[in-house]
């Protein structure tokens, strides 16, 4: 470049920068709307991020008692695995820290050496939790972990150390630098320390956690980078005069695009960074009682993320940049578009005025709607979910003019202050697209959620209600058929049990009694139609959703079952749900199962109130351990768990909305900047401030109630995906969808009024001066 | 957004599964309290068996017929349900501060559990280390099979983990030299026996009640020498003193009758050692029997007309009420003593808790030995 | 029609009143143009006269109210009755078409009358352009569209702040003549502060703004 026109150029450069900085002196909302704008979407990405990355520690860790492993010992190629021998050499060793384990390939679940889980070192954790505690005996002493399985009882049959090789030795606790070394001396060269990975496929809970965490965080990078993108685009527009007045007076248009995206890149760096510091602090200060519901609700600690500060301002920046470099595109193309900004904005135009746009639209809706039965796994179905919301953004986009011309054409223009407020708000929502599109995501996800939410609820309680078919339970690990006691002083139905293995899977039998009367107890989704007849003549059994759903049963199929070492086939005559299961269960009539006497781990008890008492000195008697609780009692315990969880996260979903809110509101504040010589008109012909504000917010609802409008049908479906699908293939239940009106509208409202609350907000002072224009361009 | 509240299905189907596992399937052992049986003469007695619940195998049984051979019977006897290898040491360092140290190996059989990683047998490794003010305890589990514990002969060798107890001479089980840890602690001991092995009973089948239904199969070796290192954060003690070999095995201690015992081996000054115990067994009477051996190494079984024992105080450990003082007699022999515990805190807090510790007796005699209560 | 008297406007720190002592008399269908140098006080007069500020002294009578002493609730009331107003920047309602615009503030009257506004466009040239949408008008096209909502709701006087500022010498001259004509024709008073003495030549009475007094402009021209 020749010198000259390298300190021209720069001279230019410096000369529009002054410019545009003066402008703050006057605007100085817009650069602070446009940073607030761009902190609160790189804080809710921190927050998110810090979250994912805390809960996902347990993902990259498991629970051993009360251990958490984070490391293990794993072979460096699939073909030379972690031996028996290279184990038992490694602790001769004295690294007695290191559990064998491995992972059931069907269910997922752990199963490790639980005799070196058990010698581990555990602060009274496990031994002293009573010292004078005599109900403990031999067994229970050499007892498993809670929720993992022993290696004896993976290995049996035809699963052995050949075919199914232990996938690594856990590394309990955390290794010193010594420590460290020394194991790394000490290992053979097939095997590594490395950290330990997400639970492998078909862990049902695992998996679609860790799914989860994924789709919340791309979710948030999504929707952050649609604030981030709507803030600067509201910017271009709003430095789009100064721009066009500066290429009039001769400075070019590349110097001018410079210009724009130094101011851009320094404000959206501001925000971005205090984004991340203030969301790194919120989430810090959280992690405790975050770690408390995490072992509350999950049994597993939410750890505090680890910290690296720059990795999370470096990314924030990046999707800044990211959108700082379309917004130069979008730039380069008005700033070439001419010199007049009125050009600009007589050449914009409406996507919404033109059917083409609307034909594609609506086929891609009906596709939608069609395709969505055609789902067959999470991944899909996580998909679709975002499809359906990406959908949705094109048709709120779209639909918003439409429906609040549709208002337009029906207010009357006698009332020429709401009639100018219906046209404006026209303008409006096709300026706050992007923001409209943000507060779209959040509203239709928190109304879905809550419909699904709702329909689990009361499919819950009303499979609890039915199955908890007598007054009082009793739940004992006494050895023992106390049913079949004569003594007992009220009637104790047995619920006998045996784990078997149905291919491959472990699978729960549990008695049903084989009495008429408690038929009608069993809520059955499907069913033989001569179910119950085949049931009771041992040729038929009832099967929970999660076995059919996995296995592809259907009612009539019939399955083997080796109940007395001799295999029988049985026919599959009804399906029933079993919420909250991870395992698959069948019921046989409860002479099937009787001769099972140590699992009975639940009695139902047939008798009233009166009787209570007898039952409880009899059972202090009989089994000691025995707890005896009324049906109320447990159908209360489990909804209390389930309002307790969905308090949390509808608080959750709350800050969601507040964030999508926030950008609304940035979005109006801005754009009111621009109408402002608009108002000054409505002041000088005589209108009051406080009618010129109610019909400000009149718009900002017109738009966000159009908005909500075409929510609502987003909402349903992706309610009835999350039922129908992502529970289906996640979690192997579904439910029938519950819609209560009320729900819908309360939800909607809240969503509504959180954003009303906030638009209040800009509202400021309206003065009726001749002089706004001098200052408003 | 909305992948909070998939977050939360999540969470909340873990919570339902928390809440009604319990209901439905797994209900969690909920612990009583219960209260040690107090004897119409204010006698504490156990009342609760250590290995109850392990199923008691009888088909093979401890009988007079097939009595103790050796050294074949040093290794493991799979057949029978419950079998311990028991170490005590009484060492000393160079001052004479005391190290009184136990290892034990235990293998219980629990054949439900052979699979193709382990053959069923769990071998239970405790190591206990006393100083004046410092008690360590280290536990163990492991099972034979899987390499990491067991047993092997040529030479005599237990293992579990990185404990290694292994002879060093061919066909015998001492001399022998053990490696330990007890958690930061490692011992490691030079163990030689300067007299022959002593059978307790009728040719090493003891019987634990007067009518003969509880036996085992016990013999000991209460002469050892031994010499070793202790190190301690670093810090190396090198010990010497003198230890007690027992080895035992049998299925009817796991019973749930078979409540528990209180055991003695007590080394005489004067070289004599003394092996007592009273056995609890429900619904019969306690049974007191023992050994006394002479500075020699002849043993002389003891008829329980000639022993009496009598605890003489109790003292609250670890939540449980203990006799640790006690008077024990054999008019026969002229020995009249009392032993009282080198500390009071000597109590194993084990998966199978259990009271073992070092004593000193006097009286007519001086000395000193270990003591063990189980079943409290 | 309008009369002012011994109008004063200080504005708190500034030395000398801006407006100091200011008479004013215009008879209906009269017109009066204000020039003035930059920063005299023309705006702040108009914004007296629009009743949107306070003076310290004095009194503004338009159309027999008295200004001064209204509520704010009045003043609006007032200038929704009784005032059109014409900016340099035109400020349309941008959602609206032309028609609409016009038809604003007769509609917030409630004298809104179909074939008056008809007319009134008629007579402005808009006619043709009354469905157009405003940001697609010229400049000239916009400020007439200005004028006309100015003048649709029949309002005693007329307050223009430099109504020829952004529009070239042809398209002022054609826009001038339209408004000075109409407010002649409807006995409508017109106050026009301006810059440009072709638009202050066409006023019945001409007036210059200096040191807070209006000095009758010695280069009036005969009417």
């Known amino acids: 470049m020749h010198p000259n026109s390298f300190w021209g150029g720069w001279h230019a450069l410096t000369l529009a920068l002054r410019a545009q900085v003066a402008s703050y002196r006057q605007r100085l909302w817009e650069p602070l709307l446009i940073v607030v704008a761009i902190f609160i979407a790189s804080a809710g990405l921190t927050a998110v991020t810090l979250i994912n990355q805390g809960a996902s520690q347990q993902l990259n860790s498991f629970r051993l008692g009360p251990w958490t492993v984070s490391e293990q010992v794993a072979a460096r190629r699939i073909n030379e695995p972690v031996t028996q021998a290279d184990y038992a050499t490694l602790r001769q060793q004295g690294f007695d820290f290191l559990i064998a384990f491995t992972w059931q390939p069907s269910s997922g679940q752990l199963a490790v050496d639980t005799l070196a889980a058990l010698s581990l070192p555990t602060n009274g954790a496990l031994t002293q939790a009573d010292p004078a505690d005599t109900s403990y005996n031999g067994t229970t002493r050499l007892a498993n972990l809670p929720g993992v399985q022993d290696l004896n009882a993976f290995y049996q049959g035809e699963i052995t150390l050949q075919s199914h090789p232990l996938r690594g030795l856990a590394i309990v606790g955390r290794l010193s630098a010594i420590h460290r070394q020394q194991l790394q001396n000490a290992l053979p060269e097939h095997l590594h320390v490395v950290p330990v990975r997400a639970q492998p496929t078909g862990s049902n809970l695992s998996d679609s956690f860790h799914l989860n965490l994924w789709a919340m965080g791309t979710l948030m990078l999504v929707v952050s980078g649609f604030i981030i993108f709507n803030a600067l685009n509201l910017m271009l527009a709003a430095r789009m005069p100064l721009l066009i007045k500066l290429r009039q007076l001769g400075i070019h248009q590349s110097t001018l695009l410079w210009v724009l995206m130094l101011e851009m890149m320094l404000l959206a760096m501001v925000g971005a960074i205090l984004g991340v510091v203030v969301g790194t602090a919120v989430i810090t200060t959280f992690t405790p009682s975050l770690n408390n519901l995490y072992q509350l609700l999950f049994d597993s600690s939410f750890n505090s993320p680890p910290l690296s500060i720059g990795a999370m301002i470096l990314r924030s920046s990046l999707l800044s940049l990211a959108a700082v470099g379309a917004i130069a595109v979008v730039a380069l193309r008005r700033l070439k578009g001419g010199m007049s900004w009125r050009k600009v904005l007589a050449t914009t135009r409406h996507v919404d005025n033109q059917p083409r746009y609307w034909c594609v639209l609506a086929i891609a809706v009906v596709a939608m709607v069609v395709g969505a039965s055609y789902l067959t796994s999470q991944l899909a179905a996580l998909l679709f979910i975002g499809l359906v919301l990406l959908v949705g953004c094109v048709s709120v986009m779209m639909a918003m003019p439409v429906i609040l011309r549709g208002l337009a054409h029906w207010v009357s223009a006698k009332r020429p202050v709401l009639h100018w407020s219906v046209h404006n708000a026209i303008g409006l929502s096709r300026r706050t697209k992007l923001a409209a599109s943000a507060f779209f995501i959040a509203l239709a996800a928190n109304i879905g959620m809550n419909v699904m939410v709702d329909s689990f609820r009361i499919a819950t309680e009303s499979w609890l209600e039915q199955r908890l078919f007598a007054p009082y339970y009793v739940y004992t690990n006494h050895d023992g058929d106390l049913s079949t006691r004569a003594d007992a002083p009220a009637q104790l139905l047995a619920r006998y049990g045996k784990n078997v293995r149905l291919a491959g899977q472990h699978t729960e039998l549990r008695s049903f009694p084989q009495l008429p009367e408690f038929k009608r107890y069993l809520m059955l989704d499907q069913q033989h139609s001569d179910a119950w007849p085949l049931f009771y003549g041992r040729e038929g059994v009832f099967i929970n959703q999660q076995l059919a759903y996995r296995q592809a049963i259907e009612v009539g199929d019939s399955i083997e079952l080796s109940l007395n070492e001799t295999p029988d086939s049985m026919t599959v005559v009804g399906i029933y749900p079993d919420y909250g299961n991870p395992h698959a269960q069948i019921l046989l009539p409860d002479a099937a199962l009787a001769e099972e006497r140590d699992n009975i781990t639940a009695y139902a008890a047939m008798m009233i109130e009166s009787q209570t008492d007898a039952l409880q000195v009899w059972l202090d008697a009989v089994a000691p351990d025995a707890r005896l609780l009324a049906r109320e009692t447990l159908i209360k315990q489990s909804m209390s768990v389930f309002v307790r969880t969905f308090a949390t996260t509808d608080l959750l979903n709350m800050v969601t909305m507040l964030v999508a809110a926030l950008s609304f509101f940035v979005s109006i504040s801005l754009l009111v900047l621009d109408i402002t010589p608009q108002l000054h008109l409505l002041r000088t012909v005589g209108i009051s401030p406080h009618i010129i504000k109610l019909s400000l917010f009149g718009q900002y609802c017109f738009v966000a109630v159009s908005c909500a409008i075409v929510a609502v049908p987003f909402a349903l479906l992706l309610a009835w995906l999350l039922v129908a699908k992502v529970n289906r293939y996640a979690f192997h239940w579904t439910y029938p969808l519950t819609l209560d009106p009320a729900m819908v509208i309360q939800s909607l409202l809240v969503g509504l009024g959180i954003l009303c609350v906030l638009l209040l907000l800009p509202l400021g002072r309206l003065k009726a001066k001749f002089t706004s224009q001098q200052e408003t361009v | ?376 | 029609m309008l009369l002012v008297q011994q109008l004063t406007k200080c504005y708190p720190g500034a030395d000398n009143a801006i407006i100091n002592g200011l008479h004013l008399n215009a008879g209906a269908g009269t017109s009066l143009s204000i020039q003035g140098a930059s920063g005299c006080g023309k705006s702040t007069l108009l914004a007296l006269l629009a009743g949107f500020e306070r003076c310290d002294s004095g009194s503004i009578i338009i159309a027999n109210q008295q200004l001064d002493g209204l509520s704010a609730r009045e003043a609006d009331d007032f200038r929704k009755h009784h005032l059109g107003v014409i900016f340099q920047n035109y400020n349309l309602l941008e959602c609206f078409n032309v028609w609409d615009n016009v038809a604003f503030t007769a509609r917030l009257k409630g004298n809104y009358n179909h074939q008056h506004q008809q007319q009134l466009l008629e007579e402005l040239g808009l006619s043709a352009l009354s469905r157009a949408p405003v940001s697609q008008l010229s400049g000239g096209e916009q400020q007439r569209v200005a004028i006309a909502r100015a003048l649709n709701h029949r309002p005693a006087v007329v307050l223009a702040d430099e109504p020829t500022g952004n529009l070239d010498e042809k398209t002022s001259n054609v826009v001038s003549d339209l408004l000075f004509s109409y407010c002649r024709k409807q006995e409508i008073t017109l106050v026009v502060v301006t810059h440009s003495r072709d638009v202050a030549r066409r006023a019945s009475f001409q007036y210059s703004l200096h040191l807070g007094k209006l000095c009758a402009d010695s280069s009036r021209a005969p009417q």
Do not use: C
């Open chain 2, 1 to 376: 957004m909305r992948t909070n509240k998939w977050l939360s299905v999540v969470l909340l189907s873990g919570a339902l599964l928390v809440m009604l596992l319990p209901a439905f399937g797994l209900a969690l052992p909920l612990s009583t309290q219960s209260e040690q049986q107090v004897t119409d003469h204010g006698q504490v007695v156990p009342r609760q068996s250590l290995f109850a619940g392990m199923q008691a195998k009888n088909n093979v049984t401890v009988t007079p017929e097939h009595p103790v051979r050796l050294p074949d019977d040093h290794a493991p006897h799979p057949d029978f349900q419950l079998e311990w290898w028991y170490l005590t040491f009484l060492l000393e360092d160079k001052n004479g501060a005391p190290f009184n140290y136990q290892f034990t190996l235990f293998r219980l059989a629990r054949p439900e559990q052979a699979s193709n990683w382990g053959e069923g047998h769990i071998w239970l490794g405790h190591s206990s280390l006393h100083t004046e003010s410092a008690h360590w305890f280290s536990e163990k589990l492991a099972q034979q099979g899987t390499g990491v514990a067991g047993y092997s002969d040529q030479p005599f060798t237990f293992f579990i983990d990185n404990w290694l107890w292994q002879s060093t001479a061919p066909d015998k089980l001492f001399p022998a030299r053990l490696h330990s840890t007890v958690e930061g602690v490692s011992v490691s001991l030079e163990l030689t026996a300067t007299k022959p092995l002593v059978k307790h009973g009728e040719q090493g089948v003891s019987f634990k009640t007067a009518d003969g239904v509880y036996r085992s199969y016990y013999y000991s070796q209460p002469f050892i020498d031994t010499t070793g290192t202790i190190n301690i954060d670093g810090e190396r003690v090198a010990v010497n003193g003198i230890g007690w070999f027992d080895h035992e095995w049998t299925s009817q201690l796991t019973d749930e009758n078979a409540l528990g015992w209180d055991w003695f081996s007590l080394h005489f000054d004067d070289g004599r050692k003394l092996m007592v115990f009273t056995m609890h067994v429900n619904n019969r009477p306690p049974h007191t029997t023992g050994t006394l051996i002479s500075a020699d190494g002849r043993a002389t079984p003891l008829e329980r007309n000639e022993i009496v024992l009598t605890p003489l105080q109790t003292e609250r450990v670890a939540g449980r009420t203990l006799p640790l003082a006690w008077q024990i007699q054999l008019p026969e022999a002229g020995i009249d003593i009392t032993t009282n515990p080198f500390k009071t805190k000597q109590f194993n807090h084990s998966r199978f808790p259990y009271y073992e510790g070092a004593i000193r007796f006097s009286g007519t005699h001086n000395g000193k030995g270990f003591m063990e209560l189980t079943g409290y």
